[in-house]
T-cell receptor, first 116, second 112 residues
Framework: GAVVSQHPSRVICKSGTSVKIECRSL??????MFWYRQFPKQSLMLMAT?????????EQGVEKDKFLINHASLTLSTLTVTSAHPEDSSFYIC????????????FGPGTRLTVT | SQQGEEDPQALSIQEGENATMNCSYKTSINNLQWYRQNSGRGLVHLILIRSNEREKHSGRLRVTLDTSKKSSSLLITASRAADTASYFCATSLNFGNEKLTFGTGTRLTIIP
C-alpha cells in the first residue's frame, strides 16, 4: 500500500518560535496533499489543500500567514507554524492524494506539537 | 464545519460481539469513507463506498449507505480487542474534488 511519512512525530517548542513539519509520500507522487488539525478526542479539521507548484488553498478561518505551506515537489509538502503560541498545540496530520485510478488519500502518522 | 455527526460518540462492547456505528451527513456526496484511528496515531483507511452503492463488505466490515437518508453505517462483526480505536466517516463531494470532510467520530472500546 501507499505510504506517507511525517517528520517529526513529536516536537516541543517555545512560544514565538517557528516549527516546520514535513509530509512525504514515499512510494507514489502526489500533486495534492492535505493538512489537518486534530484536537484531543475530536475529529480532523481540514486546514488547507497543498498543490505542487502552486499556492495552497486555505479553509475559512485558517490564517495563511500563520500556517505556511510549501509543496516543494511531488513527494514533499511542508507546514510551518510561525510564531507559535500555546493554542497552536495540537496533532497535525497530513494526507497525500494518490491519483488516477485510485483517487484515495493516504494519511501520515501525525505530528504532536506542544508549544510551551 | 464538519459534514456530519456520528452516533454513538462512544461504544463499549464485549469481545466477540458486533459493533455498529452510524454516520449522518448533510449534503450530496460522491463517496463516503470510513477510517480507523488508534490513539495518537494516523488514520487507516478501511473502506470506501460510492454514492451509487448501497452496501459493501471487506473482511469483518460491512458498510451501508442510504443516500435518501444521508446516512451510513459501519458494522464490525466478531469484534476483537485490537478493534479498539476511534472510527471516523468522511465524505467527498465530487469526483475530482477529493477534499474530505470528517464526521465527529465514534470511540470504540472492546472489552476482553
Amino acid at each position: 500500500g501507499a505510504v506517507v511519512s511525517q517528520h517529526p512525530s513529536r516536537v516541543i517548542c517555545k512560544s514565538g518560535t517557528s516549527v516546520k513539519i514535513e509530509c512525504r509520500s514515499l512510494d507514489f507522487q502526489a500533486t495534492t496533499m492535505f493538512w489537518y488539525r486534530q484536537f484531543p478526542k475530536q475529529s480532523l479539521m481540514l486546514m488547507a489543500t497543498s498543490n505542487e507548484g502552486s499556492k495552497a488553498t486555505y479553509e475559512q478561518g485558517v490564517e495563511k500567514d500563520k500556517f505556511l505551506i510549501n509543496h516543494a515537489s511531488l513527494t514533499l509538502s511542508t507546514l510551518t507554524v510561525t510564531s507559535a503560541h500555546p493554542e497552536d498545540s495540537s496533532f497535525y496530520i497530513c494526507s497525500a492524494l494518490r491519483g488516477t485510478p485510485y483517487h484515495e488519500q493516504y494519511f501520515g502518522p501525525g505530528t504532536r506539537l506542544t508549544v510551551t | 464545519s464538519q459534514q456530519g455527526e456520528e452516533d454513538p460518540q462512544a461504544l463499549s462492547i464485549q469481545e466477540g460481539e458486533n459493533a455498529t456505528m452510524n454516520c449522518s451527513y448533510k449534503t450530496s456526496i460522491n463517496n463516503l469513507q470510513w477510517y480507523r484511528q488508534n490513539s495518537g496515531r494516523g488514520l487507516v483507511h478501511l473502506i470506501l463506498i460510492r454514492s451509487n452503492e448501497r452496501e459493501k463488505h471487506s473482511g469483518r466490515l460491512r458498510v451501508t449507505l442510504d443516500t435518501s437518508k444521508k446516512s451510513s453505517s459501519l458494522l464490525i462483526t466478531a469484534s476483537r480487542a485490537a478493534d479498539t480505536a476511534s472510527y471516523f466517516c468522511a465524505t467527498s463531494l465530487n469526483f475530482g474534488n477529493e477534499k474530505l470532510t470528517f464526521g465527529t467520530g465514534t470511540r470504540l472500546t472492546i472489552i476482553p
